[in-house]
């Protein structure tokens, strides 16, 4: 079942996409000859009116056929259907038009991380913390989850344990802290020194109030003092305008990366190692979505966005390259050519057909073990 909804919310976020191409594509009055899920050879089609509606085999996508794409074509097409080709409208038209799939991918992912900040889901609120930290969506509390064995608080706290106190001080997740950290060695601080002064310790268990007394322990790599716990978290409370700020810096931040990442695989071996083609991605969505709701729709809400953001690449077919010679052709005021067009894409998409490759690559020899 976890992978028949991994593969539905994928195929969601593709139909989505081409839905908004296709949307727009008819209000402005344009002629839609075929809209399909995934690229030929075609496995299942059904003609509606002017429109085929295709499923096809290879799962790499969709996309929405307009009549007139290529500027050549328009000359052999009959009169009316050439009075709504795509080339034979004006330049906005073009571009809200490729617009529309990337807006609304975009649109899903906020919808998607509001919803999550909104609702107070710690799984996805953790899951939104590790794509941005400066959302901090998670809160530390003083409730103490774990005890590392042979640690000072081992045999003294237990899980589910409250720390309200330390040292006489009211205390929450992040001041507990430094309550702890504040306490030195008597001498140098080297690894595993005890404390000179024990932490008092004020605990709630249950219905019962505790004191306690626990000697830090100085650690190393840590570089502070520490009592052995690992205080528990709690998803941070957000209104629904500061879940919207959170979610638009989480896009921000994926955005920024996404970018990064893509440069970084052009030019490092060991970034391109990380790349992963469309079965790598169903994995690690069906990895998500097995782990549970929160998380899968951080998940899925953090692909609708990368696909926002490889689709405005400036290269044909790529929307973005659709966008870009529309803005051009707006600014010199007459038709660029249709070799200029894709002498200008042709670098763009050997590069990314080479990263593509090289994702399928990464992702057979994963799949190999």
Known sequence: MSWVLTILGICALVVLHELGH??????????VERFSLFFPPTLFKIKRGETEYAIGALP?????KISGMNPEEINDLEPEVARRAYYAQAPWKRIVVILAGPAVNIAIAFLLFWAILFSGSLAGASALYNLDPATNAVVATSSVQGIEHGEPAAGVLRPGD?????????????????K????????????????????????????QTLHLSVFPRYNAEAKRMLLGVEFGETAKSFGPLS???????????????TLTGFVNALTSSKSRKEISSIVGITKYAHETVVAGPGIAIVFLGYISLVLAVI????????????????VAEKVRGKRISLMAMYRYSSVGIVLLLFLVINGIGNDIGRLGG
């Open 22 to 31: 296709f949307t727009v594509a008819k209000a402005v009055g344009m002629r």
């Open 60 to 64: 790499l996508g969709g996309y929405v």
């Open 162 to 178: 409250r720390i309200v106190a330390i040292d006489g001080s009211t205390v929450n997740g992040e001041t507990a802290k430094a």
């Open 180 to 207: 702890i950290e504040a306490h030195s060695c008597a001498g140098a601080l080297v690894e595993g020194c005890r404390a000179a002064t024990p932490a008092t310790l004020t605990v709630r268990r249950g219905n």
């Open 243 to 257: 879940a919207a700020g959170g979610a638009i810096t989480a896009m921000w931040h994926a955005t920024t990366s």
């Open 311 to 326: 689709n405005l690449f400036p290269f044909l077919p790529l929307d973005g390259g659709h966008i870009l010679w529309s």
